[in-house]
């Protein structure tokens, strides 16, 4: 079965700290894709990044990064220097074949 | 605007009504997308498109939901005898993709349906 386990329901951390947010999945299938979306709370899901089964390397964008273990299943997500504009909801999914399964995300509040 | 548009954007029925949904993808885009995002909940999977034909429907997806995509352009969900319980977020996705490559999927700004 395929699953996504996003286990941090809500985050709340000081603007300038640094928060992860964690990502588990589960599949059987040796080629898969994994994602990360933002839900801001205007709404509309964000593309923020793409990772497939094949390629672990971790990804840097700016003051967000990715660590992509396919050891521990695991696919988190830090930012750094967080940022009141990075409030939001957090998904994590997994694609494969022809369906996709988001976990139940991630609520991040950035104070200021 | 060359993002992902859904109309309505908010829609309000009486139990046993029938409600269909329309999703103008990205125009480039030849696979979309429809899911259903409850509070709290992230997105699940109903149906997909690729062109025109409609490759994989999830197994929770009741037989009063149908889908089409004529045309391969614009695509329209149907929820037949509506209950109380589609009440939802309902959002359509598209992404250009291949065979073999599974990219990234672009959002709308989703349609909440409401069943009273």
């Known amino acids: 079965a395929q699953k996504v386990t996003q286990a941090q329901t809500e985050i709340s951390v000081v603007e300038k700290e640094d928060v992860t947010l964690d990502c588990v999945y589960e599949t059987r299938d040796t080629t898969y894709y994994l994602f990360w979306y933002k839900q801001p709370p205007s709404g509309e899901l964000v593309f923020l990044i793409r990772r497939n089964s094949f390629d672990e390397q971790n990804e840097i964008s700016g003051r967000y990064s990715w660590n992509f273990q396919k050891s521990t299943s695991s696919f988190n997500f830090t930012i750094t220097a967080s940022q009141v504009v990075d409030s939001a909801v957090y998904f994590c999914a997994l694609n494969t074949g022809n369906q996709f399964y988001f976990g139940t995300g991630t609520s991040l509040t950035v104070i200021p | 605007d060359t993002g992902v548009s859904q109309d309505p954007r908010h829609k309000i029925t009486k139990r046993g009504q029938n409600v269909t949904f329309r999703c103008d993808p990205i125009?480039?885009?030849?696979?979309l997308y429809w899911y259903r995002q409850t509070l709290g909940q992230g997105p699940e999977f109903l149906t997909y498109?690729?062109?025109?034909?409609?490759?994989?429907k999830s197994r929770l997806l009741s037989d009063r939901f149908s889908a089409e995509r004529p045309k391969g352009s614009f695509s329209t969900l149907e929820i037949q005898r509506t209950e109380q319980g589609d009440s939802a977020m309902y959002l359509c996705?598209?992404?250009?993709?291949?065979?073999?490559?599974?990219?990234?999927?672009?959002f709308g700004p989703g349609t909440r349906l409401t069943v009273t």
């Open positions: 498109f690729q062109n025109e034909a409609q490759l994989e």
């Open positions: 125009s480039e885009h030849n696979r």
């Open positions: 996705a598209s992404s250009p993709g291949s065979v073999l490559t599974s990219y990234e999927q672009y």
